[in-house]
């Protein structure tokens, strides 16, 4: 069957893009080989890494399973929209500030995930945190300093809430 | 990097539309919900249809309530929300458990319980890339002509992999499946087949549309385990899903207890209700119900681990969701 192609509209990172892909692309593929978008990353590709984790109405989502016209209509959040103009993310900051990246691969994965947590809870338990970030394999740090990061930018979060600015 | 087929994707918007789609498109055509199952195994070649019937926009496929002394849970929805629906969590504590327990979190925030119930069955030698099952030879499942587990040609083994299927079981659930010639309602156990190429009732065309089940089931106790590798990801190589019904005197009125991940279908353990019934569930009776699950489980060297080591595991798992239903 010759492979389709049709106009998808994706709504990343608040913009609305109009993108040209074959219908039996992945969200990953079209994030990646459509719009440029190269923060999410193919590992396995097919479900069992959490690299290629987005965020798919506010919710972590594997961007190599989902076919991308089930993402059309959906507020789509990667990575590259974590930061706003005032900076990094206090996550991203955190990640860096206790070097919880090693090669790299998995963070934007995993930095998805955190900041979905971190949007329900600022001082989430090390379970918690265990148990949001179980679906993103990392080869390298051995997990503890991301906990750890993840469970500062949380704090840092809280004292930002408290003092009622932003703090960056 | 793995490539999918091409294929056209519908979104329809009804049950009456989406099964017209598939009367249209016949053999070329399959139903993906949350994809999670699917969308890897066309990935590794395992389906290659051309025209993809996608179900999360039928919106009468959601939503979670009682209604007519059952609850009704709507086959699109995820795993996450069944888990963590105040209602689900109240009245199946094992059933909220168990879809807690499917794969990890954003696989739940996709996958839905519908395609929980129709998850094809898996194998060492069928969950691989179409390179990795060519350089072996294919099996009977897919392309070939014996099967490596039995190295006969008959009969596919694989296993029934899903977690939610058993505890439904013994909650006594029942299935609705639309077509385009109306509904059709099945009790869950009934839903399943030991055919590890298709094994369940369902015909290419229907659609499950909604578990039901009885209220009256609330009132039992329930418990579920499951045996993995990695517990923050994998599949089960077994699942054990009990309910029992215990008076106030600690008599068991009746007890069902089923197992999965060892062959085609979940297995309802028989044998229990003349060691259980008017009885009290203590440490004598654990052991001899979990002796008794021992001796009809034989499963095969169908998924990654040691088939001899995931039998001895029968009886300490059983024995775990008992003692589960004792405390409870
Ligand atoms: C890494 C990984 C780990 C996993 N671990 C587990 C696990 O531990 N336990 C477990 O049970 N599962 C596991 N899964 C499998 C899967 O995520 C779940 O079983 C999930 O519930 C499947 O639902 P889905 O909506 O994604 O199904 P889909 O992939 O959309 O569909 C699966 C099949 O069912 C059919 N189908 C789906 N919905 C319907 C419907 N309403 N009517 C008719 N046919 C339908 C489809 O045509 C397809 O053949 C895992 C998957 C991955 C990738
Ligand atoms: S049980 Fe046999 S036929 Fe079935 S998938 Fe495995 S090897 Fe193939
Ligand atoms: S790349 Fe998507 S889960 Fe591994
Ligand atoms: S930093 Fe290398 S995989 Fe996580």
Redesign the interface.
Known sequence: ????TQIVRLTVNGDLREVGV?????LLEALRYGLGLTGSK?GC????C?AC?VI?DG????SC???V??AEGHAIVTVEGLADVEGPHPLQDAFDLHGAAQCGFCTPGILC?AAVLLEKTTSPSRTEIK??L???LCRCTGYSKIYDAVASAGQRLQVEAQLGESGR | ??R??????H?PSSVAEATGLMDQYAEEAMY?AG??DL??NM??RLFEP?H?I?L?SVTELSGIREENGDLRIGSAETL?EVAGHPEVQKLFPALADAAGHV?????R??GTIGGNLCLDTRCTYYNQTSFWRGALGYCLKKDGTVCHVTNVGKKCVAAHSADTPPVLMTLGAMVTLAGPDGERRLPIEEFFITDGIYNTRRTPVEIVTEIRIPLGAASRRQAYAKLRQR???DFPLLTVAVSADIEGNGTVQSINGVVTALGARPRALSGWDDLAVGGTLDADMIDELAERAHEQCHPLENLIVDADWRRAMVPVYVRRVLEKLRIT
């Open positions: 069957m010759p492979a389709v074959p219908m039996h692309f992945t193919q590709d097919k479900g069992d959490g984790t798919l919710r972590p989502t594997l399973i989902t076919p016209f089930e995930s148990e949001a179980s679906g993103n | 990097m793995l999918l087929p091409p294929f056209s994707y979104k993906v994809g999670t969308i890897p990935k590794h051309t993809l996608a999360k996450a794969a990890g979190p954003q696989l925030n996709a517990k923050s990801i």
